[in-house]
């Protein structure tokens, strides 16, 4: 016997479900509970009756993207990164990608490629300024360089 993972929401509409099986709610309010409507939620105890707690996880899950980065290609990034374009931020590196390596991706998959990897955007820290006090300021009012009308 397989062992089943469930989420919070499965389980609630697992437990829903059941008690509609021993009459205790309604398909109607079965579905005003879960938030669905009440075709899905006759949806939902159809497949809870066919295939039993499993049918109320989703058929994807467990399933790999048919968009996702091939693995070669992520390699490929990786490796650019750490040897070409070592020290570029995100969006100078996407850019490069795209400009000079004819290898088009989101500044987002970048992002989530390098930091999978360890590689964090570099930050460069700018000493805090030391900007001079704004004519107009509280202590201008102090000094009785304004009056009132």
Known sequence: MDTIALTMREQQRVTVIQRVF?????MAEAALVLGVSE????????????EGVAGIIHGNRGHRSPRRLPEQRQQHIVALTRETY????????????ADAEGIRVSRETVRR????????SPRTRRPPSRA????????????GGWQPP
């Open 22 to 26: 021993r009459g205790e709610l309604t």
């Open 39 to 50: 075709r899905q939620s006759f949806r939902l105890k159809a497949r809870i009756r066919k």
């Open 86 to 97: 070592l020290g570029f931020n995100d969006h100078h590196l996407t850019k490069k990608l």
């Open 113 to 120: 490629l390098l930091r999978a990897e360890g590689l964090a």
């Open 132 to 143: 001079a006090p704004k004519a107009g300021s509280r202590g201008d009012a102090a000094a």
